[in-house]
């Protein structure tokens, strides 16, 4: 007797605790973020940010993990480990971009989008059609922002596109498609890994680079390339996107709402950066910098000289297709101003 209620008072027990068990929190889902940019600036905290928030809405079912300072290594390097779902998301910027939808690349021809209302009306076309470029990949786009311009930085001042056809000019070697486009124009092209750019401008080895303030800043650029071109050259975009894998692995009421939280935050970011890129030229400026300001008529000089060199990169550089339809977007916006 004694055994069966012993027996009896088991049962009971289990009865007791299995629904217990059974409605235990669902198994954290971990995505790990690569992101090159420093923690400690704008793009840095508004990531940690986003991570605060998706785990808030998530109710702590899903951690975004960021790994920030480029530790997990170059947009290639990053790209591979995306692959292999060793990382499942990343910050990549347009050449990155690039590596998964080249029509975005587009973008970053030289004087193609020459302000800062032009790229909101292109985007504004196209930027649906790039994250759906990168969705019908193995990857999902949460969010694209404009991530600032580029402009140049030399030790002799440009005004005309002659000026700077006289220096050698520093370029990146995992931005092959600039340095075809440039030599296409005329320029001395030299490339120059990004960690040697300082070395090179005090050595002599190259006069000028093209790069965003915001980096020339943190860089030290501007100490030796002391002057910098008011002209554009061409904006670029920061991306957070995600392999499929691991965006199927979030529930899927969730999705929606973090899609928002990231566009909306996307959105704060771009507003920063613009103000960062502005109070950096204006540090830089206050520090020894000089602007080289380039009249309507010089302006135009250096959009027609890239006006000679750009049909040739349809097609092998640049997307030929995409190229006509923001040029398209382009004309018809300067004919309504």
Known sequence: ????????????????????????????????????????????????????????????????????????????????????NTIQAAIFTSFGLNKIAPEILTLSVPFLIRSEAELDEVLRNVKPEFEAKINAKNYYALALVKAGWVRFFSKSPVVLPGDLKRQKVGSMPSEPELAQAFRAMGYQVVLVEQNRVLIALNGGTIDAVY?????????????????????????F?????????????????????????????????????????????????????????????????????????TPGLLGSTFDRTTYNRIEGILRAYRGRQ
């Not at 303030?213 to 390339?225: K, N, T």
Request: hydrophobic share 40%; glycine share 6%.
């Open 1 to 84: 007797m004694k055994n069966k209620a012993l027996f009896l008072v088991v049962i009971a027990f289990l009865l007791v605790i299995l629904p217990v068990y059974g409605q235990r929190r669902p198994q954290k889902i971990v995505i790990k973020l690569a992101s090159m940019v420093p923690e400690n600036t704008d793009w840095g905290r508004t990531v940690n940010k986003l991570a605060a928030e998706w785990e808030r809405v998530t109710n702590g079912e899903v951690e975004l993990r960021v790994y920030a300072n480029g530790t997990q290594g170059s947009e290639d390097e990053v790209l591979r480990k995306l692959n292999m």
């Open 237 to 309: 975009l920061g991306g957070i996107v995600l392999n499929k894998q691991a965006w199927e692995s979030i529930p899927s009421q969730y999705r929606s709402e973090l899609i928002r939280i990231t566009k909306r935050v996307g959105a704060e970011l771009e507003s920063s950066l613009l103000r960062l890129e502005a109070d950096t030229i204006r540090q830089m400026k206050n520090n020894g910098l000089k602007e080289n300001q380039i009249s309507q008529t010089q302006l135009q000089e250096w959009y027609d000289d890239a006006a000679k060199a």
């Open 211 to 235: 790069q965003s303030p915001i980096f020339a800043a943190g860089a030290q650029y501007f100490g030796v390339a002391k002057n910098m071109s008011s002209i554009n050259i061409a904006p």
